[in-house]
């Protein structure tokens, strides 16, 4: 492997052949080998199942624990995923926008089957750090939804919501669990989004995470924080969503402002 160059176009196409390269050149052989392996997945295709750790040792002529921390970084990259039948290339990742658009919309955009899981609706006093957030006073009664999200059955992340019940006061009865949140409030009680502020971070999820979501812990989940108000400007809800790093991507566009 003495030119690592001809192994870097593999991990960011489109980009100058040195991409992923130090200045000196010389490169961690667990790269050179995840590039080699990146090559390897064009060719098979998505769903395309993957040779044994033990067979890729041998082809690249390294050990096994390189191999798996070449492994690691694609699957975190979602590159590859596991399957029942081994690790197999993963497809595109799920591009959601960020905008008021729910969750269905955007997944249906992409020709896959949105669905929600509920994990549990509950009624309880308003803890004060959540009140403010939602227009509530400290201790009314609020909900609290919880729910995996789904993309054609496979589980990709987790929304929890938080409205006051005075808002939406039959939620436990008249809302379908793995359907819109947002179709409900629009078509059922006539309330219209307004304004919405979000903050992106990333974050790892915690073990009850990891779990429902059906993710190793260490993954990285994008955390998105909303506060929605509804068209009065009054607030509405928060929603805390956690998607999995490794299957999504957000998009927006920007538009130039006004000059002040």
């Avoid at 609290?144 to 005075?166: C, F």
């Amino acid at each position: 492997m003495d030119e690592p160059t001809q192994y870097a176009h593999h991990h960011h196409p489109g980009l100058p052949v040195r991409s992923g390269i130090p200045e000196h050149g010389r490169i961690p052989k667990y790269y050179a080998v995840k590039a080699r392996i990146a090559g390897l997945l064009d060719e098979l295709g998505e769903g395309g199942l993957l040779p044994t750790e033990r067979d890729l040792a041998e082809q690249c002529e390294v050990s096994r624990e390189t191999v798996r921390q070449a492994l690691r970084e694609l699957l975190l990259e979602g590159r590859l995923r596991r399957s029942g039948r081994g690790t197999v290339v993963a497809g595109p990742k799920l591009e959601q926008p960020l905008s008021l658009a729910s969750y269905t919309e955007g997944v249906r955009r992409q020709g896959r089957a949105p669905g929600r899981h509920l994990i549990g609706l509950e009624r309880f006093p308003c803890p004060a750090d959540v009140a403010t957030g939602i227009g509530a006073d400290p201790g009314e009664p609020v909900w609290h939804l919880e729910r995996v999200l789904l993309a054609d059955d496979e589980r990709v992340g987790l929304e929890s919501t938080y409205i006051r019940v005075a808002r939406a006061p039959r939620l436990d009865v008249d809302f379908q669990p793995d359907s819109s949140f947002y179709a409900y409030l629009h078509d059922s009680l006539g309330i219209s989004f307004g304004e919405a502020d979000e903050k992106l971070e990333t974050v790892l999820a915690t073990p009850r995470e990891a779990l429902l979501i059906g993710t190793p812990p260490a993954l990285p989940m994008l955390l998105i924080h909303r506060f929605s108000r509804d068209r009065d400007g009054r607030p509405l809800e928060r929603v805390r969503s956690l998607y999995r790093g490794d299957r999504f991507s957000f998009t927006t566009r920007l538009r130039p402002s006004p000059p002040e």
